[in-house]
């Protein structure tokens, strides 16, 4: 049987007691934990960087700790992002930032608001200033010492998109609360009177495919991604991942227990499309009845969900890059979700073909993927690869992949 604890970033965590209790289990010890090394064993990092869980390698661990120290860390996370967009065919987009206070002074001389941190692993917008342009004022008077500054971005809205196992399983719009006057625009946060609302919400798809994508970017489980949007420039801003949010709201709290349960189950999260009351139902009905049937009608739907979330839109940037005979891989969410799909019973032919060329040809790992053709749509690029085994010759893969899928291999 499987045991779950989960391992709060600080004793009185109230949101790590909240999904503990909801999900009848216990919380971790901080120090002097007795937990033992056990395969069957599961912890649910809610927002720890700091524990040393060397000594449970057969454990199963949600959110490794180093992955959190990242993300916990806003200096660590624009460095490791920044690394990452080398690699990958569609880079996460990040402020510009800098370490430099001569750089600063730069952007702020160019007519640039700058946002300078002063805490690297602040919250709720500890130790943050705003310093906006003014031409009576010099840059060597306006900006001040501190350790990390973002160029800052104009936006019309912020969301924060929850994201777990490669799923957005919940998404939020930043809002003034009603019959308050906010004090800043720029700034969006409780003290300024801005709340989340989840009502009438139509986000860009690229917000959900870079909040995806920046998850996996700094190898986490999951993660609430907080994005900023610019209706004029039509893009989609990454500015943070935190790991421990706060689950205030019936609606945040149930969408993370059931992402949780499906996920200690070897199941996908549900998408955040999916409605609160048909989560609730079908959760109510998996906890109550172990289903004996391979039908995989709702596992269609959910690995649909899930891909519908990647879909990144149009970039031109992706046909330059994948030309033909482009050497290519997969993101490893991808193959996350396809395998997920496979192991539980899934029967989409689409799905399985993939699954059939990869696994069922006698191919070993690592096989060689290529362009071989790109496929120009309205929306978005795609392209058709082909497999090359080696000694086997050429496979054409029956399939169609988008470039947000793809990552290409350095040569």
């Known amino acids: 049987m499987n045991h779950t604890v989960v391992l709060p970033y600080k004793i009185g965590s109230c949101s790590a007691k909240l999904l503990a209790n909801t999900l009848s289990c216990k ?220 689950l205030e709201g019936d609606s945040t709290s149930t969408r993370y227990v059931s992402a949780f349960k499906r996920m200690l189950k070897g199941k996908l999260p549900y998408s955040w499309k999916k409605h609160l009351y048909e989560i609730e139902e079908e959760d109510q009905q998996e906890d109550t009845v172990e289903l004996e049937s391979n039908d995989s009608s709702s596992l269609v739907q959910d690995l649909q969900y899930c891909l519908d979330d990647l879909e990144p839109l149009h970039n031109v940037q992706h046909h330059e890059d994948l030309e033909y005979l482009t050497e290519v891989r997969f993101q490893d969410n991808v193959n996350t979700l396809i395998e997920d799909y496979i192991n539980q019973g899934g029967t989409d032919n689409v799905i399985h073909s993939y699954h059939y060329w990869l696994n069922n040809q006698g191919i070993v790992p690592p096989y060689k993927l290529y362009v071989r053709d790109c496929v120009s749509e309205a929306r978005h690029n795609s392209y058709t690869l082909y497999l090359k085994p080696g000694h086997m010759g050429v496979t054409q893969l029956p399939l169609v992949f988008q470039a947000h899928s793809l990552i290409k291999v350095n040569q």
């Open 27 to 246: 919380r971790m010890k901080l120090s002097d934990s007795t937990l033992r090394d056990n395969e069957n064993t599961t912890i649910i990092n809610w927002g720890n960087s700091t524990s040393d869980l060397r000594h449970l390698p057969s454990v199963n661990v949600i959110n490794k700790t180093n992955a959190v120290s990242v993300a916990s860390n806003k200096l660590k996370f624009f460095k490791e992002i920044s690394k990452s967009n080398q690699d990958t065919l569609l880079p996460v987009s990040i402020p510009d930032w800098t370490t430099s206070k001569t750089e600063a002074k730069r952007w702020y001389a160019e007519g640039n608001d700058v946002v300078v941190r002063h805490v690297l692993q602040g919250h709720s917008g500890e130790g943050l200033e705003l310093v906006t342009f003014s031409e009576d004022v010099s840059p060597s008077v306006a900006i001040p010492t501190a350790l990390l500054y973002t160029k800052y971005m104009r936006k019309r809205d912020e969301y924060r998109v929850h994201v777990a196992k490669g799923v957005a399983i919940h998404v939020q719009r930043k809002a003034h609360q009603y019959g308050s006057v906010p004090s800043n625009y720029q700034i969006r946060n409780h003290d300024n009177g801005f709340i989340y609302t989840i009502n009438d919400l139509t986000p860009d798809k690229s917000i959900i495919s870079e909040a995806i994508n920046a998850v996996s970017a700094i190898n986490l489980d999951f993660g609430a991604v907080d994005v900023i949007w610019n209706e004029r420039k039509k893009k989609a801003t990454v500015l943070e991942v935190n790991t421990a949010c706060g």
